[in-house]
Nanobody, 127 residues
Framework: VQLQASGGGLVQPGGSLRLSCAAS????????IGWFRQAPGKEREGVSC????????YYADSVKGRFTISRDNAKNTVYLQMNSLKPEDTAVYYC?????????????????????WGKGTQVTVSS
């Protein structure tokens, strides 16, 4: 079982990036999955998550309206499209899934104990 995150990089403020998280060894469509981030000197925070049941999604207030989470079940991959990036979005981004949950309906999902984490991908927003 593995999650492989990719797509990070250096982008100017106002720019866009798309992160990918490819799952192997299990079917992503069965479980809720989310993105977290951790900036230097700060605690890890939940960014966005996606339910496997009804397609519902959740976004932290700090990214709402700018980030979009989506799934491609054929590719067993989840994406995080990040637009209008700000310097405060700079962080290492991680995807993670909890095999005991299918629904993600609020911030409390991020407090659950995740079963699998992808290796982080660095996002740097700077001019």
């Amino acid at each position: 079982v593995q999650l492989q995150a990719s797509g990070g990089g250096l982008v100017q403020p106002g720019g866009s990036l798309r992160l990918s998280c490819a799952a192997s060894g299990f079917t992503l469509d069965y479980y809720a999955i989310g993105w977290f981030r951790q900036a230097p000197g700060k605690e890890r925070e939940g960014v966005s998550c996606s339910s496997s049941t009804d397609g519902s999604t959740y976004y932290a207030d700090s990214v709402k309206g700018r980030f979009t989470i989506s799934r491609d079940n054929a590719k067993n991959t989840v994406y995080l499209q990040m637009n209008s990036l700000k310097p405060e979005d700079t962080a290492v981004y991680y995807c993670a899934t909890d095999f005991h949950s299918q629904g993600c309906y609020g911030s409390r999902w991020f407090d659950r104990e995740m079963d699998y984490w992808g290796k982080g991908t660095q996002v740097t927003v700077s001019s």
